[in-house]
């Protein structure tokens, strides 16, 4: 078990380009969230998968950001067109579906800077 | 989702023990109280949960009211590694959501 691992851990980007951010769960969880976080705020939910299929995304998520979970393995969130207001950490997590209660495991998180 | 209150920073001296408040007035009957925290540049991390009935584990305990508007994260011994910000949340047992909505939660400083 190697924890829930994101990539890149840090990325500094223009506004107007497009940013890709990748998470690989555990190996045996089923369910994986996105989260973003910006500073002195709790981490706010993003989208949720289970196995392959993204069954809930928030409004947070809008038409620029886009993520996929193509085989029900890892996950990519990709922005389009960045905003500085897109700079924040973005956390990714995962749980098991024998978890009764749950129980995610998060990422460090990727931390975006917009300039 | 039920919302919880915390305070927003707390302090405490290392080795001794530490109370963290957390309220809940509107918990549904299906929501289980989760904590995790967040240590500085890392994701959260789960900590406990409970649903009635008062929880220990190897890093924390969990005293739940009796009515459950309310609990406690009672951490025996503060060491400098438990300065981090904590999160109660609410999960609904029976929801068709899995996500946990996360407030701002409680920083806590540990001073030596």
């Known amino acids: 078990d190697t924890g829930v691992s994101q990539d890149p851990r840090h990325k500094i980007t223009k506004r107007g380009q497009n940013v890709t951010f990748r998470c690989d769960p555990i190996?045996?969880?089923?369910?994986l969230y996105w989260y973003r976080q910006t500073l002195g705020q709790g981490p706010e939910f993003l989208t949720y998968f289970q196995n392959e299929a993204q069954l809930e995304k928030s409004r947070l998520l809008s038409d620029r950001f886009s993520a996929e979970r193509p085989k029900g393995s890892f996950s990519t969130l990709e922005i389009q067109r960045t905003e500085q207001g897109d700079s924040a950490m973005y956390l990714c997590a995962s749980s098991s579906r024998y978890s009764g209660a749950n129980v995610l495991t998060f990422g460090a998180g990727s931390r975006l800077t917009v300039l | 989702d039920a919302k919880t209150t915390q305070p927003n920073s707390m302090e405490s001296n290392e080795e001794e023990p530490v109370h963290l408040p957390c309220n809940h007035s509107?918990?549904?009957?299906?929501?289980?109280i989760h904590w995790y925290r967040q240590l500085p540049s890392q994701g959260p991390e789960y900590v406990i949960h409970?649903?009635?009935s008062n929880v220990n584990n190897r890093m924390a305990s969990l005293a739940i009211a009796e009515d459950r508007k309310s609990s406690t994260l009672i951490l025996h011994r503060a060491t400098l590694r438990d300065a981090a910000v904590y999160y109660c949340i609410l999960r609904d047992r029976g929801g068709a959501t899995n996500k946990l909505i996360f407030g701002t939660g409680t920083l806590l400083a540990v001073q030596p």
């Open positions: 190996s045996e969880h089923n369910r």
């Open positions: 509107t918990i549904s009957g299906t929501d289980y």
């Open positions: 409970g649903l009635t």
